[in-house]
């Protein structure tokens, strides 16, 4: 079993072209620098608990989400990334790794220093270059007449 918890752009490139690869933990700076440091010009779509960034790569894209409010979806997190570890199907995006970092920030809270827990919680995946699902069955690209 590979124990190594974080892995390289290179090593990052190679899990791309290879299908077979296992999703891995992903280093929060790896994943800070291909998003150009979450830049907002990168967004790509946000929803309820989260930020989505296009991320690139050398050889290609990915896309990186980033869960805001970490503290309170702990628990969803955890199983968030159990199930997708054990899924795999070509109808389903693919899903690359996780990053759960937690880093300890000093500072200044009511007059006192304190040591605070800054976590980040993140998830990514293959980049779907065309849009949302939503976006093909709700306008312009033509209503679907459904059946009875
Ligand atoms: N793998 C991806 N490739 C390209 N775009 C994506 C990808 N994942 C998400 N997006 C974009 O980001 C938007 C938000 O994604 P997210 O998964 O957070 O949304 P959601 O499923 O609508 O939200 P929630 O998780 O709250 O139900 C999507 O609507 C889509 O436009």
Redesign the pocket.
């Known amino acids: 079993m590979d124990l190594r918890v974080s892995l390289t752009q290179i090593e990052l490139e190679c899990m791309l072209v290879d299908d077979d690869a296992e999703p891995k933990a992903l280093p929060f700076p790896l994943l800070e620098k291909i998003t150009d440091g979450f830049s907002d010009k990168l967004e790509?779509?946000?929803?309820?608990?989260?930020v989505?960034y296009k991320a690139m790569l050398d050889n290609g894209i990915i896309?990186v989400?980033r869960m805001s409010n970490t503290y309170m979806y702990e628990k969803e997190f955890h199983r968030e990334v159990e199930c997708l570890m054990k899924v795999k199907h070509k109808n389903l995006?693919r899903f690359l790794g996780y990053c759960a970092d937690t880093q300890g920030n000093m500072g200044s809270y009511n007059g006192k220093m304190v040591m605070a827990d800054v976590q980040q919680r993140l998830l990514c995946?293959?980049?779907?270059p065309k849009?949302?699902l939503?976006d093909y069955i709700t306008d312009s690209f033509g209503e679907f007449e459904w059946r009875k």
């Open positions: 790509i779509g946000r929803g309820g608990f989260a989505v896309a989400k995006v995946f293959e980049y779907l849009g949302s939503d």
